[in-house]
C-alpha cells in the first residue's frame, strides 16, 4: 500500500515551487541589481587631475551590471542614434535631454506624436517635446514613468525612438536615471566667475553648506581631465565658483577655441570623508563680451509663467503703459499658446524675451539667474508674477498716460547720494493686496483687473523694483526681494503711494491649478500636510483641490474696483459687437 501524502507536506512542496517559479520569471524581466559606490580622488585646488570615468548617471556614485534577453528588432544607438541623458523629476516625469552628438541632430518641426520613450522593460510612454536649453543648445523631452517601472529601483533610462519603429535596448545596458533632487541643472559664466545652479544641498532657507567644504569641478568629456576650482559663495541653490584656467587643457586661459564640451559639477568633501561629486547636466559657456554697448532700458519686468498665454496680453499691455520697457520671461515648460502670444505681442512692438527654464521649482534661483542674465539689457527689475499688476491711487484720474509721464519710474530714486551710504536706494518695495473670487465662475473673458474687484481687508506679503547693479555677490532672494550689497538700502513705500494688486483667489477652475505644484523651492506644495499655517497657502482649505462651499464669495472684504475703472478709461474700446478691453482677442 502506497505512503500517503500529508496535506502539509502537499502544501509546503507547491509553495516552495512556485515561490522559485516566479522567482524565476521575474528575474528573467527585472533582474536584481548590484550597486558599487564609485569614489572620487581628493585633489588640491585649482589642480587638474585625471578624474574616474564619469557620466551623467556614474555621478550617482551607483553602477549597475544588467543583463538584458534579446529581443528580434533594430539597434536604436545604430539606427537614429539619438543620444540622451534622463532625469527623473516630481510626478514620474522623465526629462530627456538630447546629447549634442546625436545622429542624426534634431533639426525642423518636431511633432507632438513624433518620438516615444522605451524603458528597459519594453514599455513605451509617448514623449513630449518640450524645448531646447539656451545655454547649451539641446532639445529636451518629456515622457511619463510607467507604473510597473516605479516598483523596482533603481529607476532606469529609457532611450528615445520615433514612433511607429521598434528598436533593440542593447548592451551596454540603460544607466540608473538621474534625480531632480540632487542635480548641478544650469551654469552662468560672468565676466569674473561662473556661477553653478545645483539642488539638493542647501535644502532649507538659511541653511547653507560652507563654501569650504565644496569644490567646483570642470570635466573635459573628451579626456576626462578635470579643473577644480574654489566656491567663493553657497547661497539656496546658487554657488560661484572661481573661473578655471583652460590652458591646463590646452585652451586659452577664458576657455576660447573650446570645441569639447566642459561639464560643469560640484565636488562635496567633509572632513575625514570620501568625496562625491554631485550629477550634472550644466555645461561650462565660456564668457562672451558684448561687440557693442546697447543702450539698457531703465526698467524690465521678469517672472517665471508656466500655461499662462489667456492672462499675458492683459499683463504686459498694462505694465507697458506705466512704464516697463522690456520683459524677460522664465518660460518653466509651458504646453499652452504661449509663444504664440509672446510672437503676437513682439510684432505689436512689444519687448518681450523669453529663456526657457525647464527645471521644476526653482523660482528662487530662476530669479538669480535673470539678475546675471538681464544685466547687460536692464537697469532695474521689476519681480512680479503673472496675476500681479501694479496701481498707484495718484493714477485713479490719469487720461492716458504719454512715455514721458512718470507712473512707475517715479518709484525709482532720481539720484543716488554716493557721498552717504545709507541714502543709496537698492530696491523699492511694494505691498500687496490680494483679491478673491469675487462671484466669478469662470475666468473672466474682458481680464482679471476687470472681474475681480473685492479683496482683502488687510495686505500681504510685498513685490519688489532691483537695481540689478545692487544685488549682493550671492544672489540670495525671497518672495520676489533681494540682498543687496553694503551700501544699499530698501525702501518701502505706503499703499497710499502704491500698491500691488494681486488676484490670487480667482475662479475656482483657475485657482485650483496651483495645487499643482508650488513655484518656489522653499514653498511646501498644497498637497502635501506640511506647514498648514503658510501665508502661500490659502485660509481654510484644505491638502486637496476639492472647491469648498461658496468659494465665490469668499476674501471679499473690501469692494476695490479702481484699477478696473482706470483700465477701462486706457484699454476699452468700442467694436461692432460692442465695448472690448484691448487685449481681448
Not at 380 to 388: G, I, T
Amino acid at each position: 500500500m502506497g505512503r500517503k501524502v500529508s496535506p502539509a507536506f502537499l502544501f509546503l512542496f507547491l509553495s516552495v515551487f512556485l515561490f522559485a517559479s516566479f522567482s524565476l520569471y521575474f528575474s528573467s524581466c527585472n533582474p536584481i541589481y548590484a550597486s558599487t559606490e564609485i569614489s572620487f580622488p581628493s585633489v588640491n585646488l585649482t589642480a587638474i587631475s585625471k578624474i574616474p570615468e564619469y557620466s551623467s548617471s556614474s555621478s550617482l556614485a551607483i553602477k549597475e551590471d544588467v543583463n538584458y534577453l534579446t529581443r528580434h528588432v533594430a539597434s536604436i544607438q545604430d539606427s537614429l542614434g539619438v543620444k540622451s541623458v534622463s532625469v527623473l523629476l516630481p510626478d514620474w516625469e522623465v526629462l530627456l535631454i538630447v546629447s549634442p552628438e546625436s545622429t542624426p541632430p534634431m533639426t525642423g518641426s518636431i511633432s507632438g506624436n513624433d518620438f516615444l520613450c522605451l524603458y528597459p522593460n519594453n514599455e513605451t510612454s509617448p514623449a513630449r517635446f518640450s524645448g531646447v536649453l539656451p545655454s547649451t543648445n539641446q532639445t529636451t523631452f518629456k515622457c511619463g514613468l510607467p507604473k510597473r517601472n516605479r516598483r523596482r529601483l533603481p529607476f532606469l533610462s529609457p532611450v528615445l525612438i520615433r514612433s511607429g519603429e521598434e528598436f533593440l535596448v542593447s548592451s551596454p545596458p540603460p544607466e540608473p536615471m538621474m534625480r531632480w533632487t540632487r542635480l548641478a541643472y544650469e551654469s552662468f559664466t560672468t565676466e569674473n566667475d561662473v556661477v553653478l545652479f545645483v539642488k539638493g544641498l542647501n535644502h532649507r532657507q538659511g541653511i547653507n553648506l560652507s563654501p569650504k567644504e565644496l569644490t567646483c569641478v570642470f570635466i573635459d568629456e573628451t579626456s576626462n581631465n578635470a579643473v577644480r576650482t574654489a566656491v567663493t559663495s553657497s547661497i539656496q541653490e546658487v554657488f560661484r565658483c572661481e573661473r578655471p584656467d583652460f590652458t591646463s587643457f590646452g585652451y586659452g586661459e577664458e576657455g576660447n577655441g573650446l570645441n569639447k564640451r566642459i561639464k560643469v559639477s560640484l565636488e562635496i568633501r567633509h572632513q575625514g570623508e570620501s568625496s562625491f561629486m554631485m550629477p550634472s547636466v550644466a555645461y561650462y559657456i565660456p564668457w562672451r563680451k558684448l561687440e557693442i554697448e546697447r543702450p539698457k532700458a531703465l526698467l524690465c519686468a521678469c517672472t517665471m509663467v508656466f500655461d499662462v498665454a489667456k492672462f499675458l496680453r492683459e499683463w504686459v499691455m498694462y505694465h507697458s503703459k506705466i512704464g516697463v520697457e522690456k520683459f524677460v520671461l522664465y518660460d518653466n515648460d509651458s504646453d499652452d499658446d504661449l509663444m504664440k502670444v509672446i510672437k503676437e505681442l513682439n510684432q505689436e512692438g512689444y519687448n518681450i524675451e523669453t529663456f526657457f527654464w525647464i527645471w521644476p521649482k526653482t523660482q528662487e534661483a530662476g530669479f538669480s539667474h535673470a539678475s546675471l542674465y538681464a544685466k547687460d539689457s536692464c537697469t532695474w527689475m521689476m519681480y512680479l508674477d503673472v496675476d500681479e499688476f501694479v496701481f498707484a491711487p495718484s493714477w485713479v484720474n490719469s487720461l492716458q498716460p504719454s512715455p514721458d509721464d512718470p507712473m512707475l519710474r517715479s518709484l525709482l530714486p532720481k539720484t543716488q547720494w554716493w557721498s552717504d551710504p545709507r541714502q543709496n536706494i537698492g530696491q523699492v518695495s511694494i505691498r500687496c493686496n490680494e483679491f478673491g473670487p469675487s462671484n466669478q465662475m469662470t475666468h473672466p473673458l474682458e481680464g482679471v483687473t476687470q472681474g475681480y474687484t473685492c479683496r482683502r481687508k488687510e495686505d500681504n506679503r510685498h513685490k519688489s523694483i532691483v537695481l540689478l547693479e545692487a544685488i549682493e555677490h550671492s544672489l540670495l532672494n525671497a518672495i520676489h526681494h533681494f540682498k543687496l550689497k553694503e551700501g544699499y538700502r530698501t525702501k518701502p513705500v505706503s499703499l497710499e503711494v502704491a500698491v500691488v494688486n494681486h488676484y490670487k483667489y480667482q475662479a475656482w477652475s483657475e485657482f485650483k491649478v496651483k495645487f499643482r505644484r508650488r513655484v518656489s523651492a522653499y514653498v511646501v506644495d498644497w498637497t502635501k500636510g506640511l506647514n498648514p499655517l503658510s501665508k502661500d497657502r490659502a485660509p481654510g482649505l484644505g491638502f486637496e483641490a476639492v472647491e469648498p462651499a461658496g468659494w465665490e464669495h469668499k476674501f471679499c472684504e473690501v469692494q476695490d474696483d479702481r484699477l478696473k475703472l482706470l483700465a477701462q478709461r486706457w484699454f476699452e474700446k468700442q467694436t461692432m459687437a460692442g465695448s472690448k478691453m484691448a487685449w481681448q482677442t
